[in-house]
Protein backbone atom coordinates (compact mmCIF):
# COMPACT_ATOMS: atom_id res chain seq x y z
CA UNK A 1 0.00 0.00 0.00
CA UNK A 2 1.22 3.29 -0.96
CA UNK A 3 0.35 5.52 2.41
CA UNK A 4 0.07 8.82 0.64
CA UNK A 5 -3.29 10.25 1.35
CA UNK A 6 -5.02 7.31 2.57
CA UNK A 7 -6.88 7.31 5.99
CA UNK A 8 -5.48 4.81 8.61
CA UNK A 9 -7.42 4.52 12.43
CA UNK A 10 -4.59 4.30 15.31
CA UNK A 11 -5.85 3.14 18.67
CA UNK A 12 -4.16 4.15 21.81
CA UNK A 13 -2.53 6.67 19.36
CA UNK A 14 -1.91 9.18 22.95
CA UNK A 15 1.62 8.23 23.85
CA UNK A 16 4.09 5.26 23.56
CA UNK A 17 3.54 3.02 20.46
CA UNK A 18 0.68 4.19 19.10
CA UNK A 19 1.54 7.62 19.05
CA UNK A 20 4.97 6.93 17.44
CA UNK A 21 3.75 4.70 14.94
CA UNK A 22 0.76 7.70 13.81
CA UNK A 23 3.76 9.98 13.71
CA UNK A 24 5.58 7.52 11.42
CA UNK A 25 2.42 7.32 9.05
CA UNK A 26 2.36 10.81 8.70
CA UNK A 27 5.97 11.10 7.49
CA UNK A 28 4.42 8.42 4.72
CA UNK A 29 1.78 10.94 3.46
CA UNK A 30 -1.09 8.63 5.78
CA UNK A 31 -3.82 10.92 7.22
CA UNK A 32 -4.63 9.71 10.51
CA UNK A 33 -7.10 9.48 12.97
CA UNK A 34 -6.37 8.67 16.59
CA UNK A 35 -8.35 7.02 19.18
CA UNK A 36 -7.75 7.28 22.84
CA UNK A 37 -9.12 8.53 26.18
CA UNK A 38 -6.73 11.04 27.31
CA UNK A 39 -7.90 14.12 25.33
CA UNK A 40 -4.46 16.03 26.28
CA UNK A 41 -2.18 13.27 24.55
CA UNK A 42 -4.15 13.06 21.89
CA UNK A 43 -3.53 16.76 21.76
CA UNK A 44 -0.02 16.68 21.53
CA UNK A 45 -0.34 13.01 18.94
CA UNK A 46 -2.56 15.75 16.65
CA UNK A 47 -0.17 18.48 16.67
CA UNK A 48 2.88 16.21 15.95
CA UNK A 49 1.20 14.19 12.91
CA UNK A 50 -0.16 17.57 11.62
CA UNK A 51 3.37 18.94 11.14
CA UNK A 52 3.70 16.13 8.67
CA UNK A 53 1.92 18.71 6.54
CA UNK A 54 -1.31 15.86 6.47
CA UNK A 55 -4.44 15.45 8.30
CA UNK A 56 -5.08 14.72 11.85
CA UNK A 57 -7.86 14.35 13.70
CA UNK A 58 -8.71 13.42 17.38
CA UNK A 59 -11.31 10.77 18.70
CA UNK A 60 -12.16 10.29 22.26
CA UNK A 61 -13.35 6.56 22.03
CA UNK A 62 -13.43 3.97 24.90
CA UNK A 63 -12.57 0.92 22.63
CA UNK A 64 -14.09 -1.62 24.94
CA UNK A 65 -17.74 0.19 24.35
CA UNK A 66 -19.33 -0.67 21.12
CA UNK A 67 -21.46 2.57 20.66
CA UNK A 68 -18.78 4.28 20.84
CA UNK A 69 -16.44 2.21 18.41
CA UNK A 70 -19.58 2.27 16.25
CA UNK A 71 -19.89 6.28 15.96
CA UNK A 72 -16.24 6.57 15.80
CA UNK A 73 -15.59 4.78 12.95
CA UNK A 74 -18.72 6.19 11.16
CA UNK A 75 -17.30 9.90 12.29
CA UNK A 76 -13.43 8.89 10.41
CA UNK A 77 -15.57 7.92 7.17
CA UNK A 78 -17.77 11.06 7.28
CA UNK A 79 -14.89 13.30 7.67
CA UNK A 80 -11.84 11.69 5.70
CA UNK A 81 -14.19 10.39 3.09
CA UNK A 82 -12.49 6.84 3.05
CA UNK A 83 -10.53 4.38 5.87
CA UNK A 84 -7.90 2.60 4.44
CA UNK A 85 -6.27 0.96 7.55
CA UNK A 86 -6.86 0.09 10.97
CA UNK A 87 -3.52 -0.43 13.71
CA UNK A 88 -5.20 -1.94 16.85
CA UNK A 89 -2.90 -0.29 19.52
CA UNK A 90 -4.87 0.43 22.61
CA UNK A 91 -4.13 -1.74 25.33
CA UNK A 92 -3.88 -1.56 29.47
CA UNK A 93 -2.44 -4.16 31.90
CA UNK A 94 -3.89 -5.21 35.19
CA UNK A 95 -1.15 -7.91 35.98
CA UNK A 96 -1.82 -10.25 39.04
CA UNK A 97 -0.73 -14.18 40.07
CA UNK A 98 -3.71 -16.41 39.37
CA UNK A 99 -3.75 -17.18 42.95
CA UNK A 100 -1.15 -15.66 45.45
CA UNK A 101 -0.05 -18.44 48.46
CA UNK A 102 1.38 -17.08 51.56
CA UNK A 103 2.74 -20.39 53.81
CA UNK A 104 0.75 -22.57 52.52
CA UNK A 105 -2.21 -20.42 52.08
CA UNK A 106 -4.27 -18.65 49.74
CA UNK A 107 -4.06 -15.17 50.43
CA UNK A 108 -5.25 -13.55 46.94
CA UNK A 109 -6.16 -14.11 43.55
CA UNK A 110 -6.58 -12.02 40.08
CA UNK A 111 -10.24 -10.55 40.29
CA UNK A 112 -12.62 -10.81 37.75
CA UNK A 113 -12.88 -6.90 37.70
CA UNK A 114 -8.91 -7.40 36.41
CA UNK A 115 -9.87 -9.97 34.04
CA UNK A 116 -12.58 -8.28 32.74
CA UNK A 117 -10.81 -4.40 32.29
CA UNK A 118 -8.03 -6.01 30.47
CA UNK A 119 -9.88 -8.44 28.06
CA UNK A 120 -12.42 -5.84 27.41
CA UNK A 121 -10.05 -3.09 26.06
CA UNK A 122 -7.25 -5.74 25.07
CA UNK A 123 -9.26 -8.22 23.02
CA UNK A 124 -13.19 -6.75 22.84
CA UNK A 125 -11.85 -3.38 21.91
CA UNK A 126 -9.79 -5.25 18.97
CA UNK A 127 -12.88 -7.13 17.73
CA UNK A 128 -15.29 -4.31 17.51
CA UNK A 129 -12.54 -1.73 15.79
CA UNK A 130 -11.68 -4.83 13.61
CA UNK A 131 -15.25 -5.11 12.64
CA UNK A 132 -16.35 -1.49 12.10
CA UNK A 133 -13.41 -0.91 10.32
CA UNK A 134 -13.86 -3.73 7.99
CA UNK A 135 -17.41 -3.01 7.39
CA UNK A 136 -16.28 0.38 6.10
CA UNK A 137 -13.40 -0.90 4.32
CA UNK A 138 -15.56 -3.56 1.96
CA UNK A 139 -18.70 -0.35 1.21
CA UNK A 140 -15.52 1.82 -0.28
CA UNK A 141 -14.21 -1.48 -2.30
CA UNK A 142 -10.82 0.13 -1.87
CA UNK A 143 -9.30 -2.65 0.52
CA UNK A 144 -7.17 -1.67 3.38
CA UNK A 145 -5.28 -3.24 6.05
CA UNK A 146 -5.83 -4.22 9.85
CA UNK A 147 -3.06 -4.64 12.20
CA UNK A 148 -3.23 -5.74 15.29
CA UNK A 149 -0.41 -5.15 17.97
CA UNK A 150 -0.16 -8.39 20.02
CA UNK A 151 2.64 -9.10 22.58
CA UNK A 152 5.76 -11.49 23.45
CA UNK A 153 3.15 -12.63 26.37
CA UNK A 154 1.02 -14.34 24.33
CA UNK A 155 2.78 -17.08 24.87
CA UNK A 156 2.24 -17.22 28.85
CA UNK A 157 4.15 -14.39 30.66
CA UNK A 158 3.46 -15.48 34.56
CA UNK A 159 1.45 -12.64 36.21
CA UNK A 160 -0.67 -12.28 33.05
CA UNK A 161 -3.47 -14.72 33.16
CA UNK A 162 -5.47 -11.97 31.24
CA UNK A 163 -2.66 -10.09 29.20
CA UNK A 164 -1.71 -13.17 27.99
CA UNK A 165 -4.93 -14.36 26.99
CA UNK A 166 -6.21 -11.44 25.08
CA UNK A 167 -2.29 -11.27 23.31
CA UNK A 168 -2.64 -14.92 22.02
CA UNK A 169 -6.13 -13.94 20.95
CA UNK A 170 -5.41 -10.71 19.01
CA UNK A 171 -2.58 -12.57 17.46
CA UNK A 172 -4.96 -15.50 16.56
CA UNK A 173 -8.14 -13.12 15.36
CA UNK A 174 -5.82 -11.57 12.40
CA UNK A 175 -5.37 -14.65 11.10
CA UNK A 176 -8.52 -15.07 11.05
CA UNK A 177 -9.80 -11.50 9.35
CA UNK A 178 -6.92 -12.83 6.67
CA UNK A 179 -8.64 -15.66 5.59
CA UNK A 180 -12.33 -13.93 5.66
CA UNK A 181 -11.13 -10.71 4.27
CA UNK A 182 -8.80 -11.46 1.33
CA UNK A 183 -11.39 -11.49 -1.21
CA UNK A 184 -12.31 -7.58 -0.50
CA UNK A 185 -8.56 -6.59 -0.85
CA UNK A 186 -8.09 -6.23 2.96
CA UNK A 187 -5.10 -8.30 4.55
CA UNK A 188 -4.50 -8.56 8.38
CA UNK A 189 -1.60 -9.13 10.32
CA UNK A 190 -0.03 -8.70 13.64
CA UNK A 191 3.30 -7.39 15.30
CA UNK A 192 4.15 -8.95 18.78
CA UNK A 193 6.88 -6.56 20.53
CA UNK A 194 8.50 -7.46 22.96
CA UNK A 195 9.62 -5.44 26.30
CA UNK A 196 9.63 -2.25 24.76
CA UNK A 197 10.90 1.27 25.90
CA UNK A 198 7.26 2.90 26.80
CA UNK A 199 6.39 5.39 29.83
CA UNK A 200 5.25 2.46 31.58
CA UNK A 201 8.63 0.49 31.41
CA UNK A 202 10.43 3.12 31.84
CA UNK A 203 9.17 4.22 35.51
CA UNK A 204 10.13 0.80 36.83
CA UNK A 205 12.63 1.13 38.76
CA UNK A 206 16.19 0.02 37.67
CA UNK A 207 16.80 -2.92 39.42
CA UNK A 208 13.61 -4.37 37.96
CA UNK A 209 14.53 -3.32 34.50
CA UNK A 210 18.12 -4.61 34.37
CA UNK A 211 16.17 -8.27 35.47
CA UNK A 212 13.76 -8.08 32.73
CA UNK A 213 16.67 -6.82 30.06
CA UNK A 214 19.05 -9.38 31.18
CA UNK A 215 17.61 -12.48 29.22
CA UNK A 216 17.26 -10.50 26.17
CA UNK A 217 20.19 -11.72 23.41
CA UNK A 218 20.42 -7.91 22.76
CA UNK A 219 20.98 -6.70 26.15
CA UNK A 220 18.46 -3.32 25.70
CA UNK A 221 14.53 -2.62 25.21
CA UNK A 222 13.15 -2.59 22.36
CA UNK A 223 12.02 1.43 20.84
CA UNK A 224 8.59 2.23 20.11
CA UNK A 225 10.21 3.53 16.50
CA UNK A 226 10.96 -0.46 16.12
CA UNK A 227 7.65 -1.59 16.81
CA UNK A 228 6.07 0.97 14.60
CA UNK A 229 9.09 0.37 11.60
CA UNK A 230 7.58 -3.64 11.77
CA UNK A 231 3.59 -2.01 11.08
CA UNK A 232 5.06 -0.07 8.44
CA UNK A 233 6.46 -3.00 6.50
CA UNK A 234 2.79 -5.02 6.87
CA UNK A 235 1.24 -2.07 5.39
CA UNK A 236 3.76 -1.06 2.60
CA UNK A 237 4.21 -5.44 1.72
CA UNK A 238 1.10 -6.19 -0.32
CA UNK A 239 1.97 -9.96 -0.52
CA UNK A 240 1.89 -10.01 3.75
CA UNK A 241 -1.33 -11.47 5.47
CA UNK A 242 -1.62 -13.44 8.08
CA UNK A 243 1.28 -13.84 10.05
CA UNK A 244 2.74 -12.12 12.98
CA UNK A 245 6.04 -10.20 13.21
CA UNK A 246 7.77 -10.50 16.26
CA UNK A 247 10.21 -7.39 17.65
CA UNK A 248 11.47 -8.86 21.15
CA UNK A 249 14.67 -8.96 20.34
CA UNK A 250 15.63 -12.55 20.34
CA UNK A 251 13.88 -13.05 23.79
CA UNK A 252 11.81 -16.06 24.80
CA UNK A 253 9.77 -16.66 27.50
Known amino acids: MDLRNRTVVVTGAG ?6 TAVQLAEQGANVAL ?13 LCAAQSV ?11 EAEV ?22 IVRD ?18 QWNAVIGVNLTGVFLCGREAAKHMIERGNGGVIVNISSISRLG ?7 SAAKAGVESIAVVWAKELARFGIRAGSVAPGFTRTEILTSMRPDVLEKMIAPVPLKRLGLPQE ?4 VLFIFQNDFFTGRCLEIDGGLRL
Open 35 to 47: FDLNSNDLEETSG
Open 55 to 65: SARQYRVNVAD
Open 70 to 91: VDAMNRVASDFGRLDGLINNAG
Open 96 to 113: GLLVKVKDGAVVGSMSLD
Open 227 to 230: IAQA
Open 157 to 163: NAGQTNY
Open 15 to 20: RGIGRV
